[in-house]
């Protein structure tokens, strides 16, 4: 006999759980299975158990204190997950999270409340989702106006999936063969859903996968596997991976589904979750449609850690297989990768480095860079051969100099000895990333830009172009290499591949910042403005460089009090006093007072619009004698307004020029766009 819910419970909540069966069956229609009532006197009590949840379409668990020390309920739970059945949580106070016997299969954020009384409103939409889910329609609203988690209990399964939330989709039916399938999955022998007649039109993007430990510091692990599916998904033919970047960020923020189709123009997302307990690990994965919000496909994989780098490589090709199988894709399995040359632990601390190097916005050392280059010295003294971490210490390195510069307030001496000591580092990291693979584009990328951080301008740029060739797409290498050519001044090359990139990945706040930069420098300030992903950018207003470029873009325009005020967001991450001169300076530049104003550190740049324009060279200058080509500091100096072509004319910005290398690199690779013509001495001092 079939039921339609399967009521799982500890026996201390006997009365609690009654109360839901009766109010389900009496005032919703909706038949239940309960112990004690529908086991028959002298059954066996697991078969019965057993039988029943096979025979039941949900499972409707009563999550209690008294469930977290139940082990008949873990048991029940797991069956349920090895169906797999849906499950609905339904949670008795705000405090409760899930202890060791239920936290390998439940997500302790995605729950539907029965709580604040009274309960009988909170069983009626009970009722009403699973009747629902039943009928393979989308869950109502909470009558009450709850904010209930629109993402899946993707905990108990992904096959199992429920969504308890307004505005999200869910839909459970049956095949013919009586297997569950959630809406939007094709059976054998339905015809593909919506796009999938044209492979070559069908594009995906994959959000990070949720870390369900309870544990912040697993995070790496649950972006790990993220990455591997990307680099999995990848290999599939007739399918687009975009913009995984933005979506990586707009996954940690939280952005509705709808959204995030919208920003990418993507059809298809897949996202998930990982639990570990111990040495064990749950995946589960789903793909959904965007423009239905439908499930076109789901998984779940569970495995024993042996070695992190190949469990997740595994789990990451049987989900690209399921994703080629859900949407027809041509071609065969996407091969899998070579096996990494990594123990499970130096796989441990690479993905922990990596981890730490996204979070790089703050002072070093001592922030997540400096965590970082341990991390990854730990994997390369247990594989000196590893390429990957190699190739990132250089990055590692590069970046600890770059933020040190950003927010010290070291003299030219001190910074030099702290260049030496970081710089070196990453000369040595880049000189054993090509002697493992000389003609790979991650060595190549490596090397030119510990060679751009030396300001050895043309050997950087013949690597970076290098680089660049096998691997146009790549965003990385896209970045760097148009990075380094508005450096040089070549910006109207430099601007088509930000505008390139801008397309591949639109959110990335780095990148962002960059490509307001690549704009503004080529004359178009609106366009500067209206950079996809400003309001959205991972770096924030308050951060000292996008600050300084938007007060750059206003008074360029005439805007000096947006400029001013476009600084001021500054003072929470910078130098208050600096940050306050700066703006005092802007103002008086709009009221035709222009005066002189003190050391402004990173914000000398602004000094363009004072008494002594040639100050504005001061923070770049400091650096570079002090051994350091600060990559955030030249493309400025190309921008076509009188403010800075009066910078350009002055005896020190000649000097600079020369003492750069950029004259000589200019001779052999060709001059800056602005040193054209009869106007190349006014216009840029060449």
Not at 390 to 418: M, P, W
Not at 572 to 597: F, N, R
Request: proline share 6%; glycine share 8%; hydrophobic share 45%.
């Amino acid at each position: 006999m079939t039921h339609d819910v399967f009521i799982s419970y500890s026996t201390k909540d006997k009365a609690l759980a009654n109360k839901i069966c009766a109010f389900l069956e009496s005032k919703k229609n909706i038949s239940c299975w309960i112990a004690h009532r529908d086991i028959v006197p002298g059954a066996d009590w697991p078969e019965a158990i057993v039988n029943a949840i096979t025979a039941s379409r949900i499972m409707v668990l009563v999550f209690t204190h008294h469930a977290n020390e139940s082990a008949q309920m873990a048991r029940e739970l797991a069956r349920a997950d090895s169906q797999p059945l849906p499950v609905i949580a339904l949670r008795t106070s705000q405090e409760l999270t899930p202890g060791k016997k239920l936290a390998y299969f439940l997500s302790t954020s995605h729950w539907m409340d029965i709580f604040p009384p009274p309960l009988e409103q909170h069983l009626a939409h009970l009722g009403d989702v699973i009747q629902n889910m039943l009928g393979g329609q989308p869950p109502p609203p909470h009558p009450a106006g709850q904010d209930v988690n629109r993402r899946l209990l993707l905990g108990a399964g992904a096959a199992g999936a429920v969504v308890i939330g307004a505005g999200s989709w869910w839909s459970f039916s049956r095949s013919r063969t009586g297997s569950p399938v959630l809406a939007g999955q094709v059976p054998p022998e339905t015809p593909a859903g919506n796009g999938t007649s044209d492979p070559n039109k069908l594009s995906v993007t994959v959000l990070p996968f949720k870390n369900l430990t309870n544990d912040s510091a697993q995070e790496y692990f649950s972006d790990g596997q993220t990455d591997a599916i990307v680099t999995a998904l990848v290999q599939l033919r007739g399918l687009t991976m975009v913009a995984p970047q933005s979506a990586f960020l707009l996954g940690k923020r939280e952005i509705d589904l709808p959204t995030i189709g919208a920003l990418l123009h993507v059809n298809y997302v897949l996202d998930g979750t990982v639990n570990r307990a111990d040495k064990l690990v749950r995946v589960v994965a789903r793909l959904i449609h965007v423009a239905t919000n439908r499930i076109a496909w789901a998984g779940s994989f569970n495995r024993q850690i042996e070695n992190v780098l190949m469990l997740q490589d595994d789990v990451a090709q049987l989900i690209a297989s399921g994703v080629q199988g859900a949407l027809k894709l041509p071609g065969i399995t996407p091969a899998r990768a070579q096996a990494p040359t990594l123990s499970n632990e130096g796989g441990t601390l690479f993905l922990q480095g990596k981890s730490q190097l996204r979070q790089r916005a703050q002072a070093e050392p001592g922030g997540p860079l400096t965590t970082a280059a341990e991390l990854f010295e730990g994997v390369l003294r247990q594989s000196p051969n590893f390429l990957p971490a190699q190739a990132l210490l250089v990055q590692v390195y590069g970046f600890i100099a770059a933020y040190h510069a950003l927010f010290s307030t070291d003299g030219e001496s001190k910074l030099r000895n702290f260049n030496d000591t970081w710089l070196s580092k990453a000369d040595q990291a880049a000189v054993k990333a090509t002697a493992l693979a000389p003609d790979n584009p991650i060595s190549l990328v490596a090397m030119g830009l510990a060679q751009n951080f030396r300001g050895k301008l043309a050997d950087a740029e013949e690597n970076f172009k290098r680089a660049y060739a096998p691997s146009p797409s790549n965003t990385d290498i896209l970045h760097l290499y148009s990075l380094f050519l508005l450096n040089v001044g070549h910006v109207r090359q430099a601007d088509a591949m930000r505008k390139k990139l801008q397309v591949l990945e639109p959110l990335v706040g780095v990148y962002v910042g960059f490509n307001m930069t690549s704009a503004w420098v080529s004359g178009d300030s609106q366009r500067a403005l209206k950079v996809p992903g400003t309001s959205m950018m991972s770096v924030a207003p308050t951060h000292p460089f996008f600050a300084r470029q938007l007060a750059l873009i206003h008074a360029s325009q005439g805007r000096f009090r947006e400029a001013s005020e476009a600084v001021l967001r500054a003072a929470a991450t910078y130098d208050a006093g600096m940050v306050k001169a700066a703006s005092e300076l802007l103002l008086a530049a709009g009221s035709g007072k222009s005066h002189d104003a003190p050391d402004l550190g990173f914000f000398n740049m602004l000094h363009v619009y004072s008494k002594t324009p040639e100050r504005a060279l001061d923070y770049f200058l400091t650096n570079l004698r002090a051994g350091f080509w600060p990559a955030s500091e030249t493309p400025q100096f190309w921008h076509p307004s009188k403010a800075f072509v009066a910078l350009r004319r002055t005896p020190q910005f000649r000097s600079m020029i020369g003492e750069t290398g950029l004259l000589e690199f200019w001779r052999t690779k060709g001059k800056p766009d602005l040193c054209a013509g009869s106007r190349a001495e006014e216009l840029c001092g060449a």
